[in-house]
């Protein structure tokens, strides 16, 4: 089975390996428009800046990892619903090659690289309930409209209509390698940069000088043997009657590293991934990688989580009668913190009667007890409104009274 980025840029191999002459924006428009550092970008070979690569898996996997189940809302209530059909589409097998989280990260992936996420919403012929769901790479599919409403062309298949197709976009329906190339373009560069720097062994390039008269064929031995001898990293000699004149490399091209830095934060910044999650950081605490995680959980991952749930619940869930069902993520793992707080926070949870004992045991994944009580809220039975602080303090005062006489 091809990995996730084979599936999404088959194409974009293919055009690369085609030799084209022509017209220039022609060919902007199939590999990526040139920057003012000379390279071109693309979503495929912006995957070789070791930042992108690292910030388009962190989203995808990380939304890819969390339970999207149907809940049901009735009468002011929520729970989740058990056995429902489009709880096995959605979360464990949408086709017969796929499973959910492969299909989500790539849904993800190609939302992140190329501005759009697509699948086809396949039904079953006799029911019209959904059967599965089929991942479309993006160069695939044109949008258009037809009388008004969006329509999809994709290339294979045909016209398919907006209620039979997903598609999650990334913020604006455009990747940040559409709408920050030149930023790319620099970490390409800085990144080819370091590669022939490196290739050299990090020996600055320079000459080989002589007062001798040489023929043509005497430069090309001597510029052949010298090639030969930096083909490894031991101590070069300078053959007889030359003398090697070092183009010196200056502060600024021994900076590339730093330059390479300050294009990996930026990119990270473009994706919304902290720094500290994708190793820019060498220093760390506990404090610090929690506040990162949940800035990431916040304002990342939690609208591309809602551009889901709402695309899902529009396209796969019909309404029956009173009761609404909606598709939602299960973000509880993401915001579990360390074992001190998660106490804390059921322990008030329970007090308050938010949650009963077994569905916080439920939470932490442990087994329910098997007694009445813990499925019973419980509540401080010395929190009460104010209306009845009166009537309470009187309760209090009469029962003293008695304690008093006996």
Avoid at 60 to 89: C, M, W
Avoid at 382 to 406: A, C, M, P, T, V
């Amino acid at each position: 089975m091809p990995n996730i980025f084979q599936r999404l840029f088959t194409k974009s191999a293919e055009r690369r390996s085609q030799v084209y002459t022509g017209d220039a924006g022609f060919l902007a428009g199939l590999m990526g428009r040139p920057t003012a550092s000379g390279t071109l970008v693309d979503e495929s070979n912006a995957l070789s800046i070791t930042s992108v690569y690292s910030c388009v898996t962190k989203i995808a996997q990380s939304i890819a990892g969390l339970p999207l189940n149907i809940y049901s809302e009735f009468d002011g209530r929520t729970s989740k619903v058990e056995g429902h059909p489009l709880n096995f589409v959605v979360g464990v097998k949408p086709d017969e090659d796929t499973t959910a989280f492969e299909f989500w990260e790539t849904i993800f992936a190609s939302a992140l690289l190329t501005g759009t996420g697509y699948a086809i919403i396949r039904r079953d012929s006799m029911s019209g309930n959904v059967s599965a769901l089929n991942f479309v790479p993006s160069h695939r599919v044109t949008r258009k409209r037809f009388e008004g409403s969006p329509v999809y062309e994709v290339k294979d298949i045909g016209t398919i209509m907006s209620d039979d197709i997903i598609r999650i976009t990334a913020p604006f329906g455009k990747s940040p390698i559409a709408l920050h190339r030149e930023t790319l373009g620099l970490a390409v560069a800085a990144q080819e940069y370091g590669q022939e720097f490196f290739g050299n062994s990090g020996t600055p390039v320079g000459v080989l000088t002589t007062e001798q008269p040489l023929t043509q064929e005497q430069m090309s031995v001597v510029a052949s043997s010298w090639a030969e001898a930096g083909a490894t990293l031991g101590t070069k000699v300078i053959p007889f009657g030359f003398k090697y004149q070092k183009i010196s490399a200056s502060p600024e091209d021994m900076q590339f590293i730093e330059t390479r830095n300050l294009q990996d934060r930026k990119i990270a910044e473009l994706y919304g991934v902290p720094a500290l999650l994708i190793g820019l950081e060498s220093s760390s605490t506990f404090s610090n990688m929690e506040t990162a995680e949940l800035y990431f959980l916040k304002y990342t991952l939690m609208p591309m989580m809602r551009r889901v749930e709402q695309e899902l619940n529009l396209k796969l869930i019909v309404p029956i009668g009173g009761e609404s069902l909606l598709f939602r993520y299960d973000v509880n793992d993401i915001m579990r913190g360390d074992t001190k707080q998660r106490s804390q926070f059921y322990h008030t949870l329970i007090q308050d009667g938010v949650l009963t004992i077994n569905e916080t045991r439920a939470r932490e994944g442990l087994n329910k007890f098997n007694i009445p009580e813990a499925d019973v809220p419980r509540v401080q039975v010395n929190s009460i409104s104010l209306d009845r602080f009166g009537e309470y303090s009187e309760k209090i005062s009469n029962q003293n009274e008695r304690i008093s006489i006996k």
